[in-house]
């Protein structure tokens, strides 16, 4: 899941991931043995997104029944705010990793080795690297096998205090060492070299769209001193800057999609890709009437920037269907604008269906403020 998902979303490690909130059940009602407990923590923090911790997870605070409502204690009356919990401790040492090593914030994923209770996964964002193994059995031991790896040869000691792990090189080839993990242990291996503050790296943009004159946020390594921020080929206003930290300026540029790019020097940073609105927006709730085959969803895609430019890889999100076959979303465009636009049904593997006939139109409110309902299309 950690890898297949990824491509699901345009930003993966924007995505908030939570093992519970004050929409579901509480985790602690729905496992109560710590091993498993703690290890679910650990990927949490350690995994792709943005981790979200629950008031009161690091206290083992559960509810009497399944409701969401029951997860909602005044902590107060409920617990006592215990910092030598397990919990605290697990939540507290990978949240350091995360701000120390950019691997767990801004990296891509590999797994390393999988079978139904142990997983191995890396972590990476450039040479910097976090490798996690987890046994979510509480009650089994399993030895992992030696796994082939870029890491350098040395001795890696567990960011959650347990047992150091060698490298060494066999055949040429860097191994982590054979090592076994008992019932629901986890360990968390840390390389994290020093990239120079020559070459400037993008690790991600806050936030994601926006249009001209916007602040914007860039975060990564190497972004201090004399950095420039380009917005495709046009220059953006830097307003502050440190190695890992810029500031700076939406420039006039196209709507649309255009790479985020750091330069210093002679050195380009990788591209970021960021979303140029084509002015202040409003919201318009679209609507049609379209029956679709299992597996099919329908989208709009038009000629503007926020609906494609008429392109179907580009299209919105599925329309919504609580009462099919009549679908419904809600999308920024805007303000002031006539655009025209179509439905599309697309499905799993991609496959477009068009409407036929003429394109639609539609005039957006001249105001930014509430929103404005197409009627309900028939497809075509």
Known sequence: MLTQTSSDYSYENQAVTFLDNHDVTRFRYIQSNNKPYH?????????????????????YVSSVDSSDIAGRPFMQKAAAFDETTTA??????????????EAVAYGTTSILYSTDNVLVYQRQFYDKQVIVAINR??????????????????????????????????SGQNKISSFTLSGGEVNVWSYNPSLGTTVPRIGDVVSTSGRPGNTVYIYGTGLGGSATVKFGTVAATVVSNNDTFIEAVVPAVAAGASGITVTKGTNVSNSFTYEV??????????????????????????????????????STEAMLNPNYPVWFLQVSVPKGTTFEFKFIKKDSLGNVIWESGTN?????????????????????
Do not use: C, M
């Not at 403020?369 to 075509?380: E, I, K, L, M």
């Open 88 to 101: 605290f401790k697990v939540i507290k040492e990978l949240s350091a990793l995360r701000k120390t090593n």
């Open 137 to 170: 059995q509480p009650d089994l031991s399993y030895t992992v096998p030696a796994i082939n790896t870029t890491l350098p040869t040395g001795t890696y000691s567990d960011v959650l205090g347990g047992a150091s792990n060698p490298v060494t090189s066999v």
């Open 360 to 380: 639609r139109s539609f005039t957006s409110p001249s105001s930014s403020t509430g929103t404005a309902d197409t009627s309900v299309f028939t497809w075509s």
């Open 277 to 314: 609105l084509s002015g202040d927006q409003v919201q318009v709730i679209f609507k049609v009437n379209a029956t679709t085959a299992v597996g099919q969803n329908i989208h709009i895609v038009g000629s503007i920037p926020e609906l494609g430019s008429w392109d179907p890889a580009k």
């Open 39 to 59: 290890a679910a923590l650990a990927a949490l923090l350690t995994s792709r997104g943005t981790p979200n911790i629950y008031y009161g997870t690091e206290q």
